[in-house]
């Protein structure tokens, strides 16, 4: 659910369905919603920044998860 939420929010903006704000309202509270939204901004923000500046250096350290390793919120 919040992958999904991420993905819309991310690529998809004016597409969140009716349907789909009614099952994440069931998943995630208000706070918690604005909360994760608040998030992805500063993410996706420093990210377009890191990307204007040259990107990250070769020697920063990267860590990578698997989404199956991920739990359920």
């Not at 069931?26 to 909360?35: F, G, I, K, M």
Request: net charge positive; with cysteine.
């Amino acid at each position: 659910m919040v992958l999904e939420y991420t993905h819309i929010y991310l690529n998809q903006p004016g597409h969140m369905t009716d349907a789909f704000r009614a099952r994440l309202k069931a998943h995630l509270r208000s706070d918690q919603l604005v909360h994760w939204s608040l998030a992805i901004a500063t993410f996706n923000a420093f990210s377009k920044c890191a990307v204007v500046i040259g990107g990250m250096p070769d020697s920063m350290p990267v860590t990578e998860l698997s989404a199956s390793s991920l739990r359920p919120l």
